[in-house]
T-cell receptor
Framework: GENVEQHPSTLSVQEGDSAVIKCTYS??????FPWYKQELGKRPQLIID?????GEKKDQRIAVTLNKTAKHFSLHITETQPEDSAVYFC????????????FGQGTTLQVKP | DVKVTQSSRYLVKRTGEKVFLECVQD?????MFWYRQDPGLGLRLIYF???????EKGDIPEGYSVSREKKERFSLILESASTNQTSMYLC???????????FGPGTRLLVL
């Protein structure tokens, strides 16, 4: 079946450093790639997404890059702050217009003050 | 602001009990999903629904069923709870034509 692999599973950085989380997907029909942030005890919330016709998207300190040929996309967080500490999930759409997402395993990011 | 609510934040049940988890959204979304979240496994799709009375199996439907009698409400049913169904259950919804899924706060279920 289709799957999304996410790495690393845990990431610890010093405040102010950059953090990068990487995902690979298997479904060549995937065309939508959201990233969700889940703070401790809270619901997952969308932080950024990208569609297959775009190679990069940026929103303040966060950016996402997509390499469709390699079936690879990444989340970049610059100038990390303690409030960035959370679990981050990548996801990829399944098939064409199904609305279904398949999620990565999650990355626990810890930003040390 | 989209609001997705779930009936309970925490639930403790006994093995063999029938368990109902309720999800309600107030934004007239056609599409609703049930996931379970386990450490190291991410979010896995149990069931989803594109419209009232419609349901489709996700990746891990065994041991679960669903009900969607009204557009705003999507129920997950554990017919006979087992200890391996101890997990965090997340509901999500989104409107047709958009792709962003909005999540509920989750129900942490413990089956003893």
């Amino acid at each position: 079946g289709e799957n999304v692999e996410q790495h690393p599973s845990t990431l610890s950085v010093q405040e102010g450093d950059s953090a990068v989380i990487k995902c690979t997907y298997s479904d060549s029909a995937s065309n939508y790639f959201p990233w969700y942030k889940q703070e401790l005890g809270k619901r997952p919330q969308l932080i950024i997404d990208i569609r297959s016709n775009v190679g990069e998207k940026k929103d303040q300190r966060i950016a996402v890059t997509l390499n469709k040929t390699a079936k690879h996309f990444s989340l970049h967080i610059t100038e990390t702050q303690p409030e960035d500490s959370a679990v981050y999930f990548c996801a990829a759409s399944i098939g064409d217009n199904t609305g279904k997402l398949i999620f990565g395993q999650g990355t626990t990011l810890q930003v040390k003050p | 602001d989209v609001k997705v609510t779930q009936s309970s934040r925490y639930l403790v049940k006994r093995t063999g009990e029938k368990v109902f988890l309720e999800c309600v959204q107030d934004m007239d979304h056609e599409n609703m999903f049930w996931y379970r979240q386990d450490p190291g496994l991410g979010l896995r799709l149990i069931y989803f629904s594109y419209d009232v009375k419609m349901k489709e199996k996700g990746d891990i439907p065994e041991g679960y069923s669903v009900s969607r009698e009204k557009k705003e409400r999507f129920s997950l049913i554990l017919e006979s709870a087992s200890t391996n169904q101890t997990s965090m259950y997340l509901c999500a919804s989104y409107p047709t034509g958009r792709e962003t899924q909005y999540f509920g706060p989750g129900t942490r279920l413990l089956v003893l």
